[in-house]
């Protein structure tokens, strides 16, 4: 009955086992996968836009080839979590309307403009390096096929990573004018990237059970605190300042401290109204609608396969 089986699963969970598709789960616990698996697959198909964006204009067919791979490394990602979301009894169709209808979140990060070509250096030395950090624990989520799909989306991310760096790098060894564009680029992209690891945890509704889950190994804000320890470093390398004079480790607390983060700005953009949201949605629709002929053509091919088949 319903308590052997809910004791089972604790046991599993308690045991660092893995729950798999056709194992008894908590309804909760389904539930909060499908909301967090299909957040980080829409998360995945909408940040292709952001770098789209400069796939015609990239400066060299060497750094176009690169970004294309990125970005179709990125709608892979996508797919292998959508794959995942419906081995919990969600559909493709389901995930993909509430997407375009608004009512699914992705990650605020995506909703940024890429004003110059150094944005692409600084989404992959800072968003990518944020996703990793947050993406590295989640390979041992409780749940087999998350866990599992996160293996390859972690080895892309780091290769993503080191390319957005070495963009960063190289356009730091050019002129004055084109380190103070890394600089900017920097400078917008560093709070934004804080923020993507969700709210502080004294207002993360969904952590404490998470991690009780095993899904969540971290809290955000410890997974925040890594992230910092991860990039201050890398920004010496770089001779980038990271833009918060409050910035420093405190040796006695063993923690970095901070500028308050503006979470006014992140709820804004949750709420629909950051910078992108509107045009990042619209994009997703509008290729969703120029897709039916394909979802028609596909329909169609199955069901004249199946009649000549049956006969
Ligand atoms: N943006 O209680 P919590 C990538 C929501 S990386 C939007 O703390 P939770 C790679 C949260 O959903 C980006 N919403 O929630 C790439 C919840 O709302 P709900 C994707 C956010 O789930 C790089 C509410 O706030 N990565 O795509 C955000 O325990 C470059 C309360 O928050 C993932 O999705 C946010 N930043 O922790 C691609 C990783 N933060 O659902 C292209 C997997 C929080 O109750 C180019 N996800 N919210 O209505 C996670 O690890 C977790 O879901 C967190 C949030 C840590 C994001």
């Known amino acids: 009955d319903e308590a052997d089986e809910q004791s089972h699963f604790d046991e599993l969970i308690a045991a660092e086992q893995r729950i798999e598709p056709r194992d008894w789960m908590p309804a909760a616990y389904r539930r909060t996968l499908i909301r967090q698996i299909s957040q980080h697959g829409h ?19 060497k750094r176009k080839a690169i970004l294309m791979a990125k970005v179709q490394d990125e709608a892979g990602h996508g797919l292998y979590l959508y794959s995942a979301a419906q081995t919990l009894g969600i559909t493709r169709d389901e995930m993909t309307q509430q997407l375009i209808d608004g009512t699914a979140k992705y990650s605020s990060i995506f909703n ?14 800072l968003v990518d390096g944020a996703a990793i950090a947050n993406q590295v624990p989640l390979c041992r989520a409780s ?12 080895k892309e991310e780091s290769f993503h990573q080191r390319q957005g760096f070495e963009i960063l790098l190289t356009i730091m060894r050019g002129t004055d004018a084109q380190r103070e564009m890394a600089q900017d680029a920097v400078d917008r992209w560093y709070w934004p990237s804080l923020m993507m690891f969700g709210p502080p945890d004294d207002q993360s509704p969904n952590s404490a059970q998470s991690m009780a889950w095993k899904i969540k190994r971290f809290s955000n804000d410890d997974l925040r605190q890594r992230f910092i320890g991860m990039v201050v470093p890398q920004a010496e390398i770089l001779g980038v300042t990271l833009p918060d004079p409050e910035l420093h480790y405190d040796a006695d607390a063993g923690r970095w401290n901070t500028s308050e983060i503006d979470w006014t700005e992140f709820h804004e953009i949750l709420a629909g109204r950051g910078p992108m949201n509107a045009v990042r949605l619209q994009n997703r629709r509008a290729a969703h609608e120029d897709g039916a002929w394909v979802r028609d053509a596909a329909a169609e091919y199955t069901r004249k396969h199946a009649a000549r088949t049956a006969e």
């Open 112 to 125: 940024y403009p890429t004003p110059t070509w150094v944005d692409m250096g600084a989404i992959g030395w």
């Open 43 to 61: 998360s995945e198909i909408i940040g292709m836009q952001p770098e789209g964006n400069w796939i015609t204009r990239a400066p060299s067919l």
């Open 143 to 154: 749940y087999g096929p998350y866990g599992r799909a996160m293996v390859r989306i972690c």
